[in-house]
């Protein structure tokens, strides 16, 4: 089954500063979909940004960017210009090409810091 | 567009207890998923379904059940209520395969209490 591995259980931020949180994850699958989601303390989920493993490019979303790894199966997101209402849970996920399942990281907690 | 709701938002059962909680989405979506968040903890999958009468199991499928009768509704059933299942619990809907959408929409969650 596929794995995914969030490392950073909590990061901090200063206001306006950038940061990077890491995610990786298992997977014998060619054919697959990346996520980060966002989930402020109202629980509800928030698509951040999406990535396709067919695609090279980077995804981005205005200050949301990943660095995809296919090689190494690493997908990190990079926050830049960190904003007060950035704070959250962020959540990395895979999709499996099938779509038979999607599995979640177990999340890194940002506080950003005015 | 009412997306993926859930019922209910909140509920306590008592051990020994069983309820079922709702979820539909009106997107048409053929995929929907169940999953369980735990304090502080990432989402666990606990059944997902492809299609009206298809269900499988996910990570953590003990003590639930589900069914899929049409491809709006995919409920989620605790049959005899255990301490173990207090958790907030989401409903998910996404898209068929291909290269379009394959954002996972979710309800709002349901926190559930079991004394």
């Known amino acids: 089954a596929q794995t995914v591995t969030q490392s950073q259980p909590e990061m901090s931020v200063q206001e306006a500063e950038t940061v990077t949180l890491s995610c990786t994850y298992d997977?014998?699958?060619?054919?697959?979909?990346l996520f980060w989601y966002k989930q402020p303390p109202s629980r509800q989920m928030i698509l951040v940004i999406r990535q396709e493993a067919y695609k090279q490019q980077n995804a981005t979303e205005n200050r949301f960017s990943v660095n995809f790894q296919k090689a190494a199966k690493s997908f990190s997101l990079k926050i830049s210009d960190s904003q007060l209402g950035d704070a959250a849970m962020y959540f990395c996920?895979?999709?499996?090409?099938?779509?038979?399942?999607?599995?979640f990281g177990a999340g890194t907690r940002l506080t950003v810091k005015p | 567009n009412a997306g993926v709701t859930q019922t209910p938002k909140f509920r306590i059962l008592k051990i020994g207890q069983s309820m079922t909680l709702q979820c539909t989405q009106d997107m048409n979506h053929n995929y929907m998923y169940w999953y369980r968040q735990d304090p502080g903890m990432g989402l666990k999958l606990i059944y997902y379904?492809?299609?009206?009468?298809?269900?499988d199991k996910g990570e953590v499928p003990n003590g639930y059940n589900v069914s899929r009768s049409t491809t709006e509704d995919f409920p989620l059933r605790l049959e005899l209520a255990a301490p173990s299942q207090t958790s907030v619990y989401f409903c998910a809907s996404t898209n068929g395969l291909g290269r379009g959408d394959t954002e996972a929409f979710f309800g709002q969650g349901t926190r559930l209490t079991v004394v």
């Open positions: 997977t014998s699958e060619s054919d697959y979909y």
């Open positions: 996920a895979y999709r499996s090409g099938r779509g038979n399942d999607m599995r």
């Open positions: 379904s492809v299609g009206a009468g298809i269900t």
